[in-house]
């Protein structure tokens, strides 16, 4: 990640989607594309699944932690997810963007509306694959749930597909490739709002 400030802050945006949606595979794919990007690591109360690693994928804490740093305002956001508990550590949020970097959170729903609710300016988008049967194939190919597990994913979905609409953008991620051009593509054309260039034309 390279960092630079011309006296701009950086930008926050906000990815969710359903659980088999591809939300890491398409994160993964930006952080290669893009420069001057910080990805914010959650917070999550939930085990690790076979290959993520502590601070890289998840922050992996205890439920009594996680209750600490509710406690102390730590957080930005935080919701609860079939069981489990995910947030966003705020600091090191704030940091990067004071710092002119853009920040990319990969959260839930319910955490979503919270962020864009705190932080009107911020850039949401929804990614779900092509249909349902597709997220299904996606969830038993992890081969990591037991089958009520992958019902109550689903069932889950289905809650937050009819929050989709609280959205700026939806992203359908069929081939990551693509969806990850439109993600670069909306990242883009937010950079070139008038209200992001003016200060050019102003002399300031």
Do not use: W
């Amino acid at each position: 990640m390279k960092t630079m400030n011309n006296g701009e802050k950086g930008r926050l945006y906000v990815i969710s989607g359903p659980s088999g949606a591809g939300k890491s595979t398409l994160v993964a794919q930006l952080l290669k594309r893009l420069d001057n990007v910080y990805f914010s690591v959650s917070a999550t109360t939930r085990e690790p699944r076979r290959g993520e690693r502590d601070g890289k994928d998840y922050i992996f804490v205890s439920r009594d932690k996680f209750m600490e740093m509710i406690d102390k305002g730590e957080l930005l956001e935080y919701a609860e997810y079939v069981g489990n508990y995910y947030g966003t550590p705020a600091a090191p949020c704030d940091e990067m963007l004071s710092r002119g970097v853009d920040v990319i959170l990969d959260i839930e729903t319910q955490g979503a509306a919270k962020v864009m609710k705190m932080r009107p300016d911020a850039i949401s988008m929804f990614l779900f694959p092509g249909s349902f049967a597709q997220l299904e194939e996606r969830l038993r190919l992890r081969s990591t749930d037991s089958e009520e597990k992958i019902r109550a994913r689903l069932a889950q979905a289905r809650i937050e597909c009819g929050r989709a609409e609280m959205y700026k953008y939806i992203i359908i991620n069929d081939r990551v490739e693509t969806a990850a051009d439109e993600v670069e593509a909306i990242i883009t054309a937010e950079k070139c709002r008038t209200v992001n260039r003016l200060h050019y034309l102003n002399g300031d």
